[in-house]
């Protein structure tokens, strides 16, 4: 049978046959853990294992992606904080397999874009009248603030709650016949968050091309 000695600080104290720490009494406590020995174990066959890894998951995919679905019910803060820091580090990336996973599975990327529309009204009503700004030649900030300041806010003529839209104090089709002076008197107006109110659909609808009047600070256009 093999002899065993100790190997702590050059001990060479011989070693029981039932000793598997590989110190001897006197020096037990320098012996490295069973958990430092696993990772000095696993840092020396890095590439090897992650090879291996690599390879049962392909194996089993099935299995992996419930065990990760599982993972991200049981943890949603985490999962939230990891896929903000990749999505922050790939943005590209993660754009580009957004998109891939829509043109293989367009019925499924349908009704989760129903289902967003449907639980965030005001934002998909501040959504639309920033992009018809854009194309008005307004600058969006305005509307961007509108929406953080009106989100949640009741309808400003009855107090419902019910279909938030986001109204242009000044109408876009003013904007759209104007011109010159006048034309950039309102693209300066809609610039602004003040230019907005928070309005039920209902009322949205009704007010049509009815101007209410605003309180336009005083100084040049562009100030």
Known sequence: MEKRICL???CGRELRSDNKSGACRLHASHAPSSKAKKKQHYEANKEARLS???????????????VNNQWRKKNPTKTAEY??????????????????????????AKASTDNWRKNHPIQVSSYDASRRNIKKGIDPAGIKAAIVKFSGAPCAFCGSFENPEIDHLVPLSWVKHA??????YFQWVLGHEWAYQPLCRSHNSSRNRFFFSVLVPTGDIGD
């Open 83 to 108: 896929s903000k820091r990749h999505w922050d580090k790939n943005p590209q990336k993660r754009r580009d397999a957004a998109n891939q996973w829509r043109l293989e599975n367009p019925e499924k």
């Open 52 to 66: 291996q890894c690599r390879e049962w998951n392909r194996a089993n995919k099935d299995h992996r992606r419930e």
């Open 179 to 184: 011109e010159g002076k006048t034309k950039a």
């Open 8 to 10: 702590v600080e050059r």
